[in-house]
């Protein structure tokens, strides 16, 4: 069986748990932003959690099915629609050959996963069938969906319609959201004052957000600690001798707009980092809606360590409510 | 009088570029297929179609501003 690809969205791209082990090569990992609702949708449809879905950022894509399957939708809050009538996000659903998904208004959150029984079936590439689309890898020929895509469907043996995510398990994006933080090896490089602002104002999502980064605006600029550039810096005072980045690593070019590195990271550059959202809540990054306030704050490693194994648990949960 | 909302989260604008005028003037004539903002989100620009046909009554949201999905953008009669 195939989906047709009516209408794409905005963006919609094919992602799956990504490809770890080549960030070193500047491929970076990929995969679900939000990497537990496309866990939870694979799972109410019988699949790996693991399976490539749709993953639609803002706006619902509408796609037209050529044979019976379960699907389930995941993440942000948008009306489900199948043929125009209206069904529960989180929940499987049975849908017949011909039958039309579309969506309605997105209400809160920014993605959604779209899961089919059997999963998306487009090759993989490097172990992964997640779309990096500035290295042309995954997806539809290294691309986003577009209309008249038809991509195709894995075997299933089918999962009975109506299991849902219990709401407890749904994990809602806070107003103003709140992204932990580990200080990281260059914080020295701003003044104390200027930490103490940075943890302490409030920070807007900026539009121009994607997968690779999420940039903030609307704290006070950071001050730098004043140095002679080191040999192999830029003139810059953000500026460092290249290093490493991580994912979660935030960086302040010029110290004005804080961007997140997400997914699809850069793996390295020329510029200092303030620190690293915790693991644990870069799955909220992906549901944060442009101009969202967000509070950054500072944790140390037990701390994320301990959220990491709570997460772990809330998965774990998730597990057992569908298993 | 008929809404046009925003179909997605993003920044709206009236017009196709800073220098330009805003797409649509009050009692200009509208199309379902004409474009009467732009509403700007991940490094795109999305043309918001009117999809009713009528005369336009006038921009809701701020030029600039943010909107949320399903916000009033502009007014048709």
Known sequence: MTLKIVKPGLATSIQDLGRPGYFHLGIPMGGAMDRLALRAANLLVGNDEGAACLEAAFLGPEIEFTAPATIAVTGATMPVKVDGAEHPGWTAIAVKAGQVLSFGYLKAGARIYIAVSGGIATPPALGSRSTYPIGALGGVDGRAVQAGDELPVGRSAGAPEGRSVPPELRRAVSRPAELRVLPGLYIHRITDEARARFFGEEWQVAPEADRMGVRFRGGSPLDFVPRTPPFGAGSDPSNIVDGCYSYGSIQVPSGTEPIVLHRDAVSGGGYFTIGAVISADMDQIGQLQPHTPVHFIPVSMETALAARAERRAALNRIREALG | ?77
């Open chain 2, 1 to 77: 009088m008929k809404e046009i909302p925003s179909p997605l989260p993003g920044t709206f604008y009236h017009k196709p570029a800073p220098d330009q005028p805003p797409f649509k003037a009050n009692g200009d004539a509208v199309a379902p297929d004409d474009t009467i903002g732009l509403v700007e989100v991940m490094k795109t620009f999305i043309e918001v179609k009117a999809e009713v046909a009528g005369s336009f009554a006038g921009y809701v949201a701020q030029d600039s501003s943010p909107v949320q999905a399903g916000d009033t953008l502009a007014k048709v009669e």
